[in-house]
């Protein structure tokens, strides 16, 4: 009787003890969508994006794991960065197994976006719920976490944040032009700041956003981890852009096929500050150019479904885990 009054007790502390003071990043694997899971320490959620709506369900029952491992049964923000079909398309289907609460968007199409399927689709799904479209300067309100819009339909920040505003030496002489005919510069990105550690996503921005971004001064400033833009792509990430951030650990959500491409390798590993680069896979165009095996999710073109989290505290020190191996490396602030 004693022992079970004591295991009763036990659990009962358990219950109340407070949740880890840390923040939890999961970046799931797409297969060159993109989908990245954000947990506060006050347990609030928020997932940007959600990959491909595929027939099968593939990137909707990868994402569902992940967020039940978590032990989320509703996401208060959904995040549609864009509406192509491999961040926003499977908005819906994701939707309908956890919802969202509150939806960010950039508000209306990009000009140059030929195709609204997806932008119809996901406004659909939202039905009478609560959307945000944002600009530059908005604040996302999240419990310990600042979420600040710096990117957002082509427009970006016109105000430099505290601490930040410097020149960027790296403008001189770039003046990149439109390449797409999609939505990627709408892009939402966002910074995130929890205490002093600070992670920047732009989604999807391509150049001629990022030299609006960070030209001719940057209202940035530096940061300690970058969700490499666009899959790896040559069309985003910018020298002008990554140097001047100086991370020192970029995160690669590309495919086998799809993205990582050597000029941006190349721009990662010679960034001033730069540490480590994770890969979601094993890019074929990158060859020689790839991280080391140990911090790549999925090192075969054969794709395992691993994915890579980190756990951020907040002196801005971080651990990023590959969870294929249970690769971890902590980086100091």
């Not at 797409?180 to 992670?199: C, I, Q, T, W």
Request: a neutral charge.
């Amino acid at each position: 009787m004693r022992a079970l009054l004591f295991c009763i007790l036990a659990l009962a502390l358990v219950r109340v003890l407070p949740a880890a003071d840390v923040l939890n990043i999961y970046v799931v694997d797409t297969e060159g969508g993109k989908a990245v899971i954000i947990v506060t320490p006050a347990g609030e959620t928020m997932l940007i994006d959600a990959g491909y709506p595929r027939p099968d369900n593939r990137d909707t029952d990868r994402i569902v794991a992940a967020a039940q491992a978590a032990g989320i049964k509703q996401f208060d923000y959904i995040v549609a960065t864009h509406y192509d079909a491999d961040h926003s398309g499977n908005v819906p289907r994701l939707d309908a197994r956890i919802p969202g609460r509150v939806f960010v968007d950039h508000g209306p199409m990009m000009p140059e976006n030929r195709d609204d399927t997806f932008f119809k689709a996901y406004l659909s799904a939202i039905g009478s719920r609560k959307r945000l479209s944002v600009k530059p300067g908005d604040v996302i309100p999240m419990k310990g976490l600042r979420i600040t819009v710096v990117t957002s339909g082509g427009q970006v920040l016109s105000k430099p944040l505290r601490g930040a505003g410097q020149p960027n030496p790296l403008c001189a002489g770039a003046k990149p032009e439109p390449t797409d005919v999609y939505d990627n510069a709408g892009s939402v990105g966002l910074l995130f700041e929890f205490g002093k550690f600070r992670m920047l996503d732009l989604a999807d921005l391509l150049q001629h956003v990022e030299y609006k971004l960070m030209c001719p001064n940057n209202p940035v400033g530096t940061v300690d981890l970058f969700m490499a833009s666009h899959h790896g792509f040559k069309v985003s990430n910018s020298q002008l852009l990554i140097h001047a951030l100086r991370p020192k650990v970029v995160i690669m959500n590309n495919g086998a096929r799809k993205g990582g491409e050597p000029a941006v390798l190349d721009i990662v590993k010679t960034s001033p500050g730069f540490e480590d680069l994770w890969q979601l896979h094993y890019s074929l165009a990158g060859k020689e150019r790839n991280a080391p095996e140990e911090f790549i999710a999925n090192p075969q073109e054969k794709c395992e479904a691993k994915a890579i989290q980190v756990v951020a505290q907040r002196d801005g020190s971080f651990t990023v885990t590959n969870t294929r191996n249970n690769y971890s490396k902590t980086y100091k602030p």
